[in-house]
């Protein structure tokens, strides 16, 4: 098989989420254990830090994975979900796993895995784990896939456990209340290992609480314990981050979450051990926050692809997420010289998403193009157009990203901004059709 086989047969022959929703979803770590044995727990051979939360894993990930890039030490990267390419989600030093390897892996392995019936991302994990040994890697940033207690990362022993916030999204797998929310997340709590919380309202703090008591796992709050003084924005919109540890710290992520982000970086690492420490200089933070879509090939978060108009991608994707990115958004409108009809959005979900309850949060100055991703699990843009005129969100539907993209382009002024997202696979059509 070539790549495209490959990556074919992986997507059909493995239930993905990504693409068809909850009934991928494998609850129970049997499968992964079993896959973990037969390569013989290569996670043990390196040093980890898990990360978990509702939004801000991937930045938070991201950016401790450049930061200790630039402490001197050999980095894997294991994210989800990809947006262009499948290998975005393994790296080592910011360099995706090779084609090669990919197609090495699934015609060797195929006649041990395929008896498990394993999900796409029981497969994924074990060639990100495996692979990172072969890499040789001194540590590994993870990200927890789905929930935390029972995700397939949740077999490693890290050396810091991060869960960076919790707010709706998932419900229907991980309940319907943030307390129900948050008891799946802090399951990647482990015994003796620090617990970094980035925020967390009072109801989820007392989950937070017990699980970390019965683990007898330091629980550290960033908003409590950050050395985080004070945030300072340029008139460019970057962030300056003024610390106690490394000085003053300049962003290139510039999503108004960041700032939540960032408080759970600076104290993720203050409680790794002394040796990291000694190693991870100021310079090294301060040119990884700097630096961390060049050296990590992230994309998707707050990305601004031209000026000029404006045109953003973000791949906020629940309530939390839009909470943040509306105000962001009408802050960008009132710069403009047509402040009126400064902001065209073009927005698709999926059909698994609490849409009513992020279309209200919604900015209510917007000509929307409502699109339709190129996943199954895609709402119809009709359906979206229907549910948002309800709220007196104008716009149209069109059948697929690009479409709507175009559309928006012809209609923006030169001082306006058009934004693309929703969701991740809508950013994901986009970047695709950007990078052809």
């Not at 009513?356 to 996943?375: C, D, F, N, R």
Request: hydrophobic share 40%; aromatic share 10%.
């Amino acid at each position: 098989m070539d790549y495209q086989q490959t990556l074919d047969y992986l997507f059909t022959a493995a239930p993905m989420f990504q693409s068809i929703g909850a009934g991928a979803y494998k609850e129970g770590l049997s499968t992964t254990q079993t896959l973990d044995a037969h390569f013989n727990h290569p996670h043990r051979s390196y040093k980890i830090i898990h990360v978990g939360g509702t939004n801000g894993k991937g930045s938070t990930s991201h950016t401790l994975a450049a930061i200790l890039q630039l402490a001197g030490y050999r980095v894997g990267l294991y994210t989800s979900p990809h947006l262009v390419d499948f290998r975005e989600r393994i790296r080592v030093n910011g360099v995706c796993i090779s084609e090669q390897r990919v197609i090495d892996f699934v015609e060797e392995e195929r006649a041990f895995f395929e008896p498990l019936h394993p999900s796409f991302f029981e497969l994924t994990t074990a060639l990100a784990f495996r692979y990172f040994q072969e890499q040789a890697v001194d540590v590994a940033v993870v990200e927890v896939g789905l929930g935390g207690r029972l995700d397939c990362t949740n077999i490693v022993n890290p050396l810091v456990s991060v869960v960076t916030n919790i707010s709706f999204d998932h419900i229907n797998l991980l309940g319907n209340t943030l307390e129900a929310i948050a008891f799946e997340k802090a399951g990647i709590f482990k015994k003796g290992v620090p617990a970094v919380i980035g925020t967390a309202q009072p109801e989820v703090r007392t989950i937070f609480e017990k699980v970390a008591a019965e683990r007898e796992a330091k629980l550290v709050f960033a908003e409590e314990e950050s050395p985080l003084e004070k945030i300072e924005t340029t008139k460019e919109g970057s962030f300056i981050y003024h610390t106690h540890s490394w000085g003053n710290v300049v962003a290139s992520l510039n999503g108004a979450c960041q700032s939540q982000n960032a408080r759970t970086i600076f104290c993720t690492l203050a409680q790794l051990p002394q040796d990291f420490q000694c190693r991870i200089t100021p310079d090294a933070v301060r040119e990884g926050f700097l630096r961390v879509a060049e050296l990590t090939g992230l994309q998707g978060r707050w990305q601004i692809i031209s000026k000029n108009p404006y045109v953003i991608a973000d791949t906020g994707h629940n309530e939390d997420a839009w909470r943040h990115l509306t105000p962001q958004l009408e802050q960008l409108a009132k710069q403009s010289a047509h402040p009126k009809s400064a902001l065209h959005i073009v927005f698709g979900a999926c059909n698994d998403k609490d849409i009513a309850h992020i279309l209200p949060l919604l900015p209510k100055e917007g000509t929307y193009y409502w699109a339709q991703a190129s996943v199954h699990r895609a709402l119809p843009s009709n359906s979206l157009k229907e549910s948002a005129a309800q709220l007196d969100l104008q716009g149209c539907a069109y059948s697929n990203v690009v479409e709507a993209y175009a559309e928006a382009l012809r209609h923006v002024p030169e001082t306006g901004t058009v934004f693309v997202g929703g969701s991740s696979f809508v950013v994901a059509d986009f970047l695709s059709y950007l990078s052809q």
